[in-house]
């Protein structure tokens, strides 16, 4: 199962965990911008929207921005053929709007449920969205929610690393995502629908 590896404002460095994911991980590929520095969130969304359909099944996992952007995608695209998500420290673009050119694109934060397996991990010193924010969206995505503690922005500064607590998260996922595909394989195959 591929996983695409989806990072927010300037990418992620080498040292991210998510650039170490994509260096380890048999089946990752990073989702690529054409500005990391510039976010614009209908270029972004088109981006990541062509690489699920070259990749129908799999697992997102976005950083920051990128976790709101793959939020953006499932509400404009909710039969896009998507795996599952590890949404990790969402921003909220209004909290950075007047800062950054281009975060304004990505507000509001789409509040439709996403018709996927998803979990959303947040910390409590995150200075780009608020734990209680973070857990009320995951709530209205009606994915799983995580509160990583005293994490920060969950990213190299704040000392993660290759972060294993969130690859168990990952394999998480992609477990439930093959039970899930199993399922539907015995429903077709059978004619009946199984609880």
Do not use: C
Not at 34 to 61: M, T
């Amino acid at each position: 199962m591929t996983v695409l590896i989806v990072p927010g404002l300037y990418g992620s460095e080498p040292a991210h965990w998510q650039s170490r994911w994509e260096a380890e991980l048999e089946r990752a590929e990073r989702v690529q911008q054409e500005n990391w520095d510039a976010p614009e969130l209908s270029a972004w969304i088109d981006s990541l929207r062509r690489h699920v359909l070259r990749r129908p099944g799999a697992i997102l996992v976005g950083h920051s921005l990128g976790a709101t952007l793959i939020a953006h995608l499932a509400a404009r695209y909710p039969r896009l053929p998507i795996g599952g998500a590890l949404l990790v420290a969402p921003a909220d673009p209004q909290l950075r709007a007047s800062r950054i050119r281009g975060i304004s694109s990505f507000g509001p934060v789409p509040s439709e449920p996403f018709g996927f397996p998803a979990i959303v991990v947040a910390s409590r010193t995150d200075p780009y969205m608020e734990i209680e924010r973070a857990r009320v969206i995951a709530n209205m995505w009606e994915a799983a929610f995580i509160d990583a503690g005293d994490a920060g922005h969950i990213n190299v500064a704040s000392g993660h690393g290759g972060w294993p607590e969130g690859l168990r998260l990952l394999d998480q996922l992609i477990l439930k995502r093959s039970t899930q595909a199993r399922l539907s394989h015995i429903e077709r195959a059978s004619g009946t629908k199984t609880q």
